[in-house]
């Protein structure tokens, strides 16, 4: 595969891999090794906007399940992607890189509102820009935030950084012979339901034509790979873009 010419990316991290080994929150040592890839990657001179769950925390569904009124649980859930936002930039700014937090819902004593201009502003001085609390709205999920800034800021790709390695055609932890796609179209994984990330955030992806990168950021050096066309990931893009 040749190395694709990528200027401005879109980073969505699940928030579960900012739990490292534990089960739940925030191991500060596992942020600050994640920032330390998304540090090599903006060194290569990438413009990067960063997206992070939630999901470490709070998930509104899973409040749902437990009898929450859903909305009030998914508001619950933006919260604690501002948590991890704040950690994140903790850690980057700790290594001398400059970043804002956004936050799509306004608490302007932590950090600034979702202003696309703004936030253009800041990638030209070659800040990392990390947009919170998803899309601003319940029923949605930060992958669909990150869908959505990517679309608004232009980015040339939407790399989905997980603990998965890319896109199988069934799931790899409970069959051995899953088939792990290299690329596949948006359609496919819309028809058959592939879970990589939810409907709402695939097509606003196909209809602006923004490639989905799947790839493993557990892995150390991964980003950097990938973000090099190299390393074990997915593509998700119209079938005539795939590879024969
Ligand atoms: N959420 C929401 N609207 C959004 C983004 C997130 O309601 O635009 C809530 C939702 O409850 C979700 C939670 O925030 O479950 C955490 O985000 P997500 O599940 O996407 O995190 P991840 O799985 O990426 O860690």
């Known amino acids: 595969m040749t190395s694709p010419d990528y200027k401005r990316i879109l980073l ?8 490292g080994e534990q089960d739940y929150g925030i191991d500060p040592a596992y942020v600050a090794e994640l920032a330390r ?21 709070f998930r509104g569904m899973a ?12 508001y619950m859930g933006m919260l604690a992607t501002v948590m991890n936002a704040l950690a994140m ?12 937090v956004q936050s799509a819902i306004q608490m302007d004593a932590v950090c600034e509102p979702v202003i696309r201009r703004r936030a253009e ?24 935030g990150a869908a959505l800034r990517a ?4 980015c040339d790709a939407l790399f989905k ?5 890319g896109i199988y055609d069934s799931d790899p932890k409970k069959n051995p012979d899953a088939k792990r796609f290299d690329t596949v179209g948006y359609g496919q994984v819309l028809a058959n339901n592939l879970r990589v990330m939810d409907a709402s955030a695939v097509a606003l992806c196909r209809d602006n034509d923004i490639p989905i990168v799947v790839f493993s950021i557990r892995e150390k050096g991964n980003l950097a790979r990938v973000l090099a066309g190299e390393g074990v990931q997915t593509i998700v893009t119209e079938p005539e873009n795939e590879e024969a």
């Not at 969505?12 to 739990?19: C, Y």
Request: net charge negative.
């Open 161 to 165: 950084g997980t603990s998965v390695d």
């Open 151 to 154: 679309a608004e800021m232009r």
């Open 121 to 144: 502003r800041h990638l030209e001085k070659g800040r990392v820009v990390i947009f919170a609390a998803g899309v601003g709205a319940p029923y949605f999920t930060t992958d669909s």
């Open 12 to 19: 969505k991290l699940s928030g579960e891999v900012l739990m």
């Open 37 to 57: 890839e998304v540090k090599a990657a903006k060194d290569t001179g990438l413009e990067i906007c960063l997206v992070i769950g939630g999901g470490n925390i």
């Open 89 to 100: 930039q903790n850690a980057l700014e700790q290594l001398g890189v400059q970043t804002r």
């Open 63 to 74: 409040g749902a399940a437990q009898g929450m009124d859903r909305a009030q649980a998914d």
